[in-house]
C-alpha cells in the first residue's frame, strides 16, 4: 500500500513561509507524478502544483505561481513544498498525491489515486 505522509503545517503570519513535506514510501520504483493540493473550508480541492519526479519538471497554479516551489530529496523519497508570501487566502489543508508516471503530471484531482491525510496552514493577517 502506498504511503505518503505530509508535515510541516502551522500557524504564520501574512508575508511569511512555511515548507511543506510530503514522505513517499512503498511506491515501485521509477517516475511518478506527484500533486499538492489544498482545500480551504466550504471550498472544492484544488491543485497547485505538480512535478513529473523523473525529470523534476514542476507546474504550477496561477494562484500560487511564483511564490510556491516544489523539490525533492531522492535520498529521502521526499518532495517539498516551499511556499513563500503567505498571504491568509492560502489557509487551507494541504494534500499531497501520487499516481503514474504522466509526460505533464497534472493538476486535477481525479487524476491522482494515492492520497496523505493532509496537514493544515493556517496563515493569519
Known amino acids: 500500500q502506498v504511503q505518503l505522509v505530509e508535515s510541516g503545517g502551522g500557524s504564520v503570519q501574512a508575508g511569511g513561509s512555511l515548507r511543506l513535506s510530503c514522505a513517499v514510501s512503498?511506491?515501485?520504483?521509477?517516475?511518478?507524478?506527484l500533486g499538492w493540493f489544498r482545500q480551504a473550508p466550504g471550498k472544492e480541492r484544488e491543485g497547485i502544483a505538480s512535478?513529473?519526479?523523473?525529470?523534476?519538471?514542476?507546474y504550477y497554479a496561477d494562484a500560487v505561481k511564483g511564490r510556491f516551489t516544489v523539490s525533492k530529496d531522492n535520498a529521502k523519497n521526499t518532495v517539498y513544498l516551499q511556499m513563500n508570501n503567505l498571504s491568509p487566502e492560502d489557509t487551507a489543508m494541504y494534500y499531497c498525491?501520487?499516481?503514474?508516471?504522466?509526460?505533464?503530471?497534472?493538476?486535477?484531482?481525479?487524476?491522482?489515486?494515492?492520497w496523505g491525510q493532509g496537514t493544515r496552514v493556517t496563515v493569519s493577517s
Open positions: 498525491a501520487a499516481s503514474v508516471w504522466q509526460a505533464r503530471p497534472p493538476l486535477a484531482r481525479n487524476q491522482y489515486r494515492h
Open positions: 512503498r511506491l515501485a520504483p521509477g517516475s511518478y507524478s
Open positions: 512535478m513529473d519526479t523523473g525529470r523534476i519538471i514542476t
